[in-house]
């Protein structure tokens, strides 16, 4: 049974009810199968958190509560301007749950679902950012492995969220499941394996996925059938090439993301280097233009 097959339990918050004694409930976020998420007020750091709260019949499960856990770990070491910061976690508690910090700003998602393309402007930064985190992943031994318009909060700098499935290399490179969202999963993770392993180099492809969607305003790829047995018919990035991008975009940039998506991770660019090749198409913007009234 899956989420949309079920209904998910809650705890039932309302604005002002104790999420835990230190955490006060100000209004839902949404959340996923294992967790609710809050925008609660924090008497420790005296301002808004986000609360990722287990669910009710998942607070006794062991898996689950690991997997918070492992969040909050992957959390400890991937200190960086664009990942958002993971304050405390308490697994041990009736409610365990995980206090995040609070960014302002929209989603890419929300973003691209209620304006279309971003402009050059809007893409760019945001590439340079989440490529220079990907950078630092690598140093730190974080694998995301869920890159995607919807754990992306816009702002300056973007914010990478959700570390929900983040491994260390060794350990994605043990993956013989799916883990991840089907559209922004690169090839390997769709079909460990024959198409290598999951690591570092899927949250490039990940993050090619990511700015595709957003450049372009559509996925690189068709939707697959998600009830599909077989991997090529569930996951059409192991089967056909990207489309294309519009033609106002710059065959830099185009040649970019797609090298981004190539199907074998020895073939995609390093996080460095597309942030270098971004970084002149970045600096040939056009600067604002600034109106002054006397």
């Known amino acids: 049974m899956n989420e949309q097959d079920r209904e998910l339990s809650t705890w039932g918050f309302a604005e002002g009810d104790a999420i ?11 959340g996923g199968s294992a967790y609710e998420a809050w925008l609660a007020f924090d008497e420790i750091t005296l301002g808004p958190v986000v609360v990722k709260v287990v669910r009710p019949d998942e607070a006794d499960d062991e898996h689950t509560v690991r997997g918070m856990v492992r969040e909050a770990t992957a959390l400890d070491v ?20 995980l206090v995040l910090e609070h960014v302002e700003g929209p989603s890419l998602s929300r973003l691209i679902r209620r304006h279309g393309r971003l402009s050059p402007q809007q893409y760019l930064p945001l590439a340079v950012d989440i490529a220079s985190a990907l950078h630092f992943f690598r140093h730190a031994d974080v694998c995301h492995l869920d890159i995607k318009p919807s754990n992306v909060i816009m702002g300056s700098p973007a914010r990478l969220i959700d570390l929900s499935v983040a491994r260390q290399a060794e350990r994605a490179a043990e993956i013989d499941g799916l883990i991840g969202t089907d559209a922004y999963m690169a090839p390997e993770q769709a079909s460990p394996g024959p198409f290598g392993v999951p690591g570092y180099a899927s949250d490039v492809w990940g993050l090619g996925a990511t700015l595709f969607h957003a450049i372009g305003g ?10 599909a047995r077989e991997p090529v018919a569930r996951f ?8 294309e991008l519009p033609e106002d975009v710059p ?5 970019l993301v797609h090298a981004m998506l190539e199907p074998d991770p020895a073939d995609r660019p390093l996080p460095r ?3 270098e090749a971004l970084e002149p198409e970045l600096a040939a913007l056009p600067a604002p233009t600034l109106n002054w009234k006397g």
């Not at 559509?218 to 009830?227: E, K, L, N």
């Not at 065959?251 to 040649?255: F, G, R, T």
């Open 20 to 30: 835990a004694p230190e955490l006060t409930a100000i209004r839902s976020l949404g």
């Open 78 to 97: 991937a200190h960086h301007p664009v990942v958002v910061r993971g304050l405390r976690y308490d697994d041990a508690g009736p409610r365990p749950h």
């Open 218 to 227: 559509r996925r690189p790829f068709a939707a697959g059938d998600p009830d």
């Open 236 to 243: 059409p990035q192991l089967r056909d090439a990207p489309a």
């Open 251 to 255: 065959s830099a940039v185009s040649k």
């Open 273 to 275: 280097e597309v942030a």
